[in-house]
C-alpha cells in the first residue's frame, strides 16, 4: 500500500508556521478537511483527499518537495527490492528508509501505519 | 478530479533519456505497467498506481519534482478560485495555469482530459 506526503519547507523556528497555510490552501484546493494527525503533529492530514490514499502536509526544515511514501511489512527487504531498479539509499529516519530513485525523486519506505485490515486489502505483494 | 504527475529534470537533448528509467522505476516500484502516452509522447503512463488517479512520469527541462494537476471544466475560474486562498500565478502552458501553493508546491490547472463519464462521476463541484 503506498501513501503519498506532502512536505512543506520552513527555518528551523517556524515550520509549523509554514505549514499551516499549506494545509489550509490544501484543504480549500482539494475540498477536503485538514487535521493535525495527533500522533505525529508535525503532520496535518487531507482526509479523502486521494481516495483510498493518505494525503499529509508535513512540517519540516528543508526544501519544500512533494515525496512517496510506500507502506511494508518488512522495511528492509522493500529497500533492497527497489535498489535493484537503482534507487539509491538516502538516510534512515526513524523507522523509515528514504532512497532516492532515477529521475531525483524522493521515496520513503515505512512500516504499516494503517489499520491491519486496510493493509491487508489494499497491499500488493510481492514473491 | 484530479490527477497527479511526476516530473523528471533533463537537459534539453535528453530529458527524454532521464525520464526513460525513472518510469521503469516507478513501474517496478508500484507494480504497475509503464506506457507511453500516445498523443503527448513527453509522459510515461504508470496505469492503476493510485486508484482512480492518474501517475505519469513527465520529461521536462527544469528542477525534478512532483506536481499536482487537477482537471477542471472552467479552468478560468479554478485557477481564480485558488488564487483566493493565497496561490500565486506562475505560468500558462497550453491550456494549463500554473500556480505555486504555500508551502512553494506547484499545482496545475488543466481542461479536462478524463472520458466525460469519469470526469461527471469523479469531479467535486462548487458552487
Not at 533492497?80 to 519506505?109: D, F, I, K, M, N
Not at 485490515?117 to 500488493?124: G, H, I, L, N, T
Amino acid at each position: 500500500m503506498a501513501a503519498a506526503s506532502l512536505c512543506t519547507r520552513g527555518q528551523p523556528v517556524d515550520a509549523a508556521r509554514r505549514a499551516g497555510p499549506a494545509a489550509a490552501f490544501w484543504s480549500a484546493a482539494l475540498g477536503v478537511r485538514a487535521e493535525p494527525y495527533a500522533p505525529k503533529l508535525q503532520f496535518t492530514s487531507l482526509h479523502g483527499a486521494l481516495g483510498g490514499l493518505v494525503l499529509a502536509v508535513q512540517a519540516v526544515d528543508d526544501t519544500p518537495r512533494l515525496h512517496r511514501d510506500i507502506e511494508m511489512d518488512d522495511v528492509a527487504a522493500e529497500a533492497a527490492r527497489l535498489v535493484g531498479p537503482r534507487a539509491t539509499p538516502v538516510t534512515q529516519w526513524q523507522e523509515c528508509r528514504v532512497l532516492r530513485a532515477p529521475g531525483r525523486h524522493l521515496v520513503c519506505v515505512l512500516p504499516v501505519e494503517s489499520a491491519p485490515e486496510v493493509f491487508d486489502a489494499e497491499a500488493r505483494t510481492w514473491p
